[in-house]
């Protein structure tokens, strides 16, 4: 999804030479890594922006694909987690495989379920904690789920629809979030849980992200090469406004859920799935017809 676009991402010096080495050999490597199961996480920057690959060690515990913020046992959580909880959707390089996911730190007895199972085959990662007064974050990398499987992109209309499914499979997906997370009996700790709010930040960027670049980029040229398009354009640049709006309501109240209550929350969002879907349909409508010829990527 456009929450990374295909610029280089940084690695640190240190770094380089396993990265270069995973990549060059299917995500094998030797030294120290040798025989060890290792991914590259890229997160964007919390505050640069900036896209950061970082070869991790990983488990699949129960089916997920589980990462430690271990730092080797030092007093902060490293730079990729605070990254992550400020940017959740994530790129992961596993084998020779590279896909979108969600980054979900555990909580509470999840995170415990999950520490527990992870020290029981890798000691060391007990050893770390030991090491240190903070709680090592556990987080789930979840894969970017989708409504319908992709199909091969070769086209403008192509990519505008990957998109568009994308961004449909999320916000289905942060619907149900919120039914589990809100039909929890009460006394359940204020506040949004980690894993829905990590939904909601990786939607609204997403959208966020393909709206601006569709109003820079896609919109302007299509409406000096198609000027029958001028009114659906309008139309697409309004409804881009109405659904900004909503999506700016929904982080407001994930910044201070605790004073939110279910029902506005909900409200926020079923606003969402109305406007955004129909939008969505009628920009595929107006624009795929044109943009069936324009090969992507561009030439």
């Known amino acids: ?51 950061t690959t ?9 089916g997920e694909l589980v990462i430690v913020g271990s730092a080797g046992g030092g007093p902060r959580n490293p730079a990729w987690y605070h990254n992550l909880l400020a940017h959740p959707a994530v790129r992961v390089e596993l084998g020779t495989e590279t896909f979108d996911a969600i980054a979900v730190p555990a909580e509470g007895a999840e995170r415990q379920r999950l520490f527990e199972q992870v020290v029981a085959r ?13 709680e090592l974050p556990v987080v789930v990398l979840q894969r ?24 449909r499979a999320q916000l289905a997906e942060l619907r149900a979030q919120a039914d589990e997370y809100f039909a929890q009996p009460a006394g359940r700790p204020p506040g949004l849980s980690l894993r829905l709010r990590q ?27 198609y000027p029958h398009l001028r009114e659906a354009i309008a139309r697409l640049r309004a409804e881009h406004g109405t659904v900004s709006r909503i999506r700016e309501e929904l982080e407001k109240l994930l910044a ?44």
């Open 1 to 51: 999804m456009p929450a990374h676009p295909n610029a280089p991402a940084k690695v640190a010096p240190f770094n380089q030479a396993v990265v270069d080495e995973f990549r060059a050999n299917g995500g094998r490597v030797g030294g120290p890594f040798e025989g060890g199961d290792l991914l590259l996480l890229t997160t964007v920057g919390a505050r640069s922006g900036q896209q």
């Open 54 to 62: 970082s070869p991790l060690a990983y488990l699949r515990v129960d």
């Open 122 to 134: 890798e000691p060391g990662f007990g050893d770390y904690q030991a090491r240190t007064a903070r």
């Open 144 to 167: 970017a789920r989708w409504t319908t499987e992709p199909a091969e992109v070769t086209t403008l209309a192509a990519k505008l629809v990957e998109i568009h499914t994308w961004l």
């Open 199 to 225: 939904h909601c930040l990786a939607f609204c960027e997403g959208l966020h992200v393909h709206h601006g670049g569709e109003e820079a980029v896609l919109l302007p040229n299509l409406e000096r090469e």
């Open 256 to 299: 201070d859920i605790t004073s939110t209550g279910p029902a506005r929350f909900r409200a926020e969002l079923e606003r969402m799935s109305a406007e955004l879907n129909s939008h969505l349909d009628y920009e595929e409508e107006q624009l795929l017809p044109v943009l069936e010829s324009v090969p992507f990527p561009p030439v």
